[in-house]
Each structure stands twice: as C-alpha cells, then as structure tokens.
C-alpha cells in the first residue's frame, strides 16, 4: 500500500528555523529551545 506524498504545508512546517539564531526547530514548538524567540508558522492555505 503505498502512503500519500507530504504537503507543502507540512514540509513548510518541518523546514523551519529560527530568524534569530538559525537552529533548526521542532514541528510542534512555537519557540526556539537555544534562544526562546518566537516563531511564526506557516500560514495553512
């Protein structure tokens, strides 16, 4: 059985990083665990 391929949304959300310090973040956190600056998610269209 073959799985559906990802969407933009999702490889959008698990592409992020931090506009500060340039960590690479968690899907599910809204805040930079190196530096606690908040960052916004992608918008779901």
Known sequence: MRTRPRT???KKLKDRRCPKCGCKLNPQR???K???EVTP???KR
Do not use: I, M, Q, S
Request: aromatic share 8%; proline share 8%.
């Open 8 to 10: 933009d949304f999702v």
């Open 30 to 32: 809204k805040r930079c």
């Open 34 to 36: 190196r530096c606690a």
């Open 41 to 43: 998610r992608p918008k």
